[in-house]
């Protein structure tokens, strides 16, 4: 469990230095609705 943390942890950080370097924040919305749901198939499914 404490691997699959981290993994998720190591993602997000990634996830929000990717978003500093974006600009738009339309693209930003798009992108955090899609990977929530892409997220949720994965995990519920």
């Given at each position: 469990m404490r691997r699959l943390i981290g993994?998720?942890?190591f993602w997000?950080?990634?996830g929000m230095v990717?978003?500093?370097l974006i600009e738009s924040?339309?693209?930003d919305v798009v992108l955090?609705?899609?990977?929530?749901l892409l997220g949720?198939?994965?995990f519920a499914c």
């Open positions: 993994y998720t942890l997000v950080a990634a990717i978003e500093l924040i339309f693209i955090i609705l899609f990977f929530l949720y198939n994965l």
